[in-house]
């Protein structure tokens, strides 16, 4: 059974930096699409970023590109979200998400991911 634990939320100031660690277990993750996802108080969840596990492609969704990067580590079976000159429109829940579709054709949807962690509170003060 696939299991994604989200760690690495917090505080922190406007202009600082997270990075979001996403545990995965359960399964071969190397043909998988691994996204984050978030999802603010009143609004809808929304695309982050996303990885083919491995060396990519990446995706990002504007609001973030340029100050986020996603990864993988192998030897960790974990997906990374640096987060780096965070805003307040950052705060929200952050999310990890599995596609077992690597060949997905819409990486950035939350409807193409089959498993989802519990999400991490990530708070951006100004």
């Known amino acids: 059974q696939v299991q994604l634990v989200e760690s690495g939320g917090g505080l922190v100031q406007a202009g600082g930096s997270l990075r979001l660690s996403c545990a995965a277990s359960?399964?071969?993750?190397?043909?998988?699409?691994m996204g984050w996802f978030r999802q603010a108080p009143g609004k809808e969840r929304e695309f982050v970023s996303s990885?083919?596990?491995?060396?990519?492609?990446?995706y990002y969704a504007d609001s973030v590109k340029g100050r986020f990067t996603i990864s993988t580590d192998n030897a960790k079976s974990a997906v990374y979200l640096q987060m780096n000159s965070l805003k307040p429109e950052d705060t929200a829940v952050y999310y990890c998400?599995?596609?077992?579709?690597?060949?997905?054709?819409?990486?950035?949807?939350?409807?193409?991911?089959?498993?989802w962690g519990q999400g991490t509170q990530v708070t951006v003060s100004s």
């Open positions: 990885i083919r596990w491995g060396a990519g492609p990446t």
């Open positions: 359960g399964s071969t993750f190397s043909r998988y699409f």
């Open positions: 998400a599995a596609c077992a579709n690597y060949r997905t054709r819409d990486p950035r949807s939350s409807h193409e991911y089959d498993y």
